[in-house]
């Protein structure tokens, strides 16, 4: 969520009702009404939804202590028209026309590069600590899944859900209020292990073994974790930064270190190193004011050309020893937006009205989002203003490769790259995540995904993908966090649109991306705005589970459809991993099995890219070679139809012959095993 929605929460400007624009998505140009998604019932508890591709298998509400029991939905906005005075801002121009991005050009630094804080007041509501465990620490949830008390009462995004991580059975999601911890070992069964309150916001997380770390960037947040905040302007006891917990008893998370920065942590990214395994790296990303030099030495929120070393335009790279992990520090503050030709730290987005039929533009001085792909040693920036390709072979020193910009985005807000690190996503969140954004008059080249081919190590632009559902002025509503589907011999990617509920989708093609399922409810409110859906949905280890701001957390499975078939969801299924944090995109393969084989098949069937003759031999030897007793006669015929498989490929052409070239590999890959 964008930093001024954070602070805001209720406060967003109207727009007005936008003429169709251009687009490389194709028509409509708008969200479409004739969908089942639209008209759905409002309710808290008891909202209509609609699905495609996808079945819920379990839900779970919010436990005690995080969510305010006087409005456990959550509080309602005020009218329309006092939200866009109290934010200051005016209705964004009609768009006349959509243009694609451009490369970013370098300039001179902007003479305010300050964004507005989003944290809460510092002085909190009044409140009294939770009698269940004391701030910081954990209390075990019994046997009615009861957690502690409220910390506090308090409106806006104080309790929110927010992002999540995942270790083995474990997950881990974030709040404005803390953090919870579920087993989902049976993800139709998920129980609550423990919750601890810890306030300060947004409580962004990630894992690596037995080390939990989470994002705090609220002036409210205290060292201690105490709920009271901190009233004074500059104190040691206010925390902004990144947290790091022992979970090695997971149901007693222990704070064992607090890294302080200048700007917070809105979001933070774990990074590793196959050259360095004795440490790990986080990439700290601050979008909040800076914080005065009297709480933290070194901070200054100057402009460059008053103070070279401003904490604005920089992120931090903090170093976590893996044997000490206390002694965690930052140890660079590199200028990734640098001009490349005069080495100005204010070198990419300058921001401002970029004229009619366009977004205006945000300040590069901060991302609010860095993925990783160590893998492939590239990072994705989604940084304001600007959308960045970083090389991170060297972690402590990320180099930046590329950078673009878009007429049609509002604040570059995420990455993810796709499973050959050929491509990569970047979402606009136009309007902060407070606000209606998917309405029937709303463009889809706004609040969308851009897709963009990497090409020798350059950014290309191919195409939007918008989810396309109109929905109410009640429902906030716009790109958001999403990740992989790893089907193999497919790029698709699940992705949440806070109310606008979760679109899966295939950019296979990426200047066509389609949509192939999704789940939706309908507004928490029929009449007023409250704040509430998708934060996140992530694929892990067969499920996709997502974080519901206000309601808890949802778990879903896929289900075959004209769009996905049962042998390509059994073979996403195959792909099992220890820990997943979707900002850290790790590497997926398949293992040698008839189910892959089979999926490629099906891809081929769909797209008849492959002639019913061979796709009859195909099954076959498939079939034949399916159990690990089979015979060799059996294996002879599935090496030899693989390689007419291989020679069919070699006279087709595109995302066909690609498929050809895999399941040939697939069925050889079978075949080698099978003679072990």
């Not at 200054?300 to 920089?314: C, I, Q, R, V």
């Not at 009205?353 to 040693?377: E, L, W």
Request: a neutral charge.
């Amino acid at each position: 969520m964008s930093p001024v929605a954070a602070r805001l929460f209720s406060v967003f400007a109207f727009s007005a009702a936008l003429a169709i624009g251009g687009a490389a998505q194709e028509k409509p140009a708008t969200s479409t009404t004739n969908d089942p998604r639209v008209g759905l019932k409002a309710g808290f508890r008891d909202a209509g939804h609609a699905a495609k591709g996808l079945e819920l298998v379990a839900t779970m509400p919010k436990p005690g202590g995080f969510f305010d029991p006087k409005a456990p939905a959550g509080t309602a906005s005020a009218p329309r028209a006092d939200r866009a005075a109290a934010a200051g801002g005016t209705s964004p121009a009609p768009a006349t026309a959509g243009t694609a991005p451009t490369a970013a050009t370098a300039g001179t630094a902007p003479t305010s590069a300050t964004p507005p804080d989003p944290a809460t007041p510092a002085t909190p509501p009044a409140g009294t600590p939770p009698a269940a465990a004391a701030p910081g620490t954990a209390a075990a949830a019994g046997t009615n899944g009861a957690a502690p008390a409220a910390a506090s009462p308090g409106g806006g995004l104080n309790f929110a859900n927010s992002d999540m991580a995942f270790r083995r059975a474990d997950m881990f999601l974030g709040s404005f209020n803390g953090f919870n911890t579920y087993d989902i070992e049976t993800p139709k069964k998920p129980r609550l292990l423990a919750s601890v309150v810890c306030p300060g916001g947004q409580g962004d997380m990630s894992v690596h073994g037995n080390l939990l770390f989470m994002s705090v960037e609220q002036t409210r947040g205290r060292v201690d974790c105490g709920t009271q905040g901190v009233t004074e302007t500059a104190s040691a006891e206010r925390f902004r930064g990144v947290r790091i917990f022992d979970i090695t008893d997971i149901s007693k998370p222990k704070q064992i270190a607090a890294v302080q920065t200048c700007r917070g942590s809105h979001t933070h990214t774990l990074v590793t190193d196959p050259k360095d395994t004795a440490n790990i790296y986080v990439y700290g990303s601050g979008t909040s004011q800076v914080r005065p030099g009297e709480e933290l030495a070194g901070c200054s929120s100057k402009a460059p050309d008053e103070d070279p070393n401003t904490a604005l335009f920089s992120i931090d790279v903090i170093k976590v020893p893996l044997a000490a992990p206390a002694k965690a520090a930052i140890v660079n503050r590199p200028r990734i937006f640098a001009d490349e030709k005069t080495g100005a730290i204010a070198g990419l987005e300058k921001g401002g009205d970029r004229g009619p039929g366009t977004q205006a533009a945000r300040v590069t001085n901060q991302c609010h989002d860095i993925t990783v792909y160590p893998a492939v040693g590239l990072a994705a920036g989604a940084c304001s203003g600007n959308g960045i390709l970083l090389d991170i072979s060297d972690p402590v020193h990320p180099v930046r490769l590329d950078a673009v910009s878009d007429k049609n985005f509002a604040y570059w807000h995420s990455a993810t790259f796709n499973n050959g690190g050929t491509k990569v996503i970047f979402t606009d969140e136009w309007g902060g995540g407070t606000a209606p954004r998917c309405r029937a008059t709303d463009q889809l080249t706004w609040g969308a995904d851009a897709i963009f081919d990497i090409v020798d190590k350059k950014m290309q632009f191919r195409g939007y993908f918008k989810m396309p559902a109109a929905q109410t002025e009640t429902e906030n509503c716009v790109a958001h966090n999403g990740s992989l589907i790893p089907v193999p011999g497919r790029d698709i990617m699940v992705q949440a649109w806070y109310q606008g509920g979760l679109s899966m989708f295939d950019f296979t093609d990426s200047a066509h991306p389609v949509e192939i399922a999704y789940f939706d409810r309908g507004p928490i409110d029929e009449k007023n705005m409250v704040v509430g859906g998708y934060w996140s949905t992530y694929w892990y280890n067969g499920r996709i589970y997502a974080s519901e701001i206000s309601r808890g957390i949802d778990i879903f499975k896929l289900i075959p459809s004209e769009y996905l078939s049962q042998n390509e969801i059994d073979a996403a299924s195959l792909v099992r991993m220890d820990e997943f944090n979707a900002q850290e995109q790790p590497k997926m393969t398949w293992p040698a099995t008839a189910v892959v084989s089979r999926a490629y098949l099906d891809q081929l069937n769909r797209s008849r890219g492959i002639s019913a003759e061979r796709a009859a031999a195909v099954k076959s030897a498939i079939d034949k070679t399916e159990k690990d007793s089979a015979s060799k006669p059996a294996v002879d015929q599935l090496d030899a139809v693989a390689k007419q498989v291989e020679s069919d490929a070699a006279s087709a052409s595109g995302t066909d012959a690609d498929r050809l070239k895999a399941l040939a590999a697939a069925m050889k890959a079978r075949a080698a095993r099978l003679r072990r």
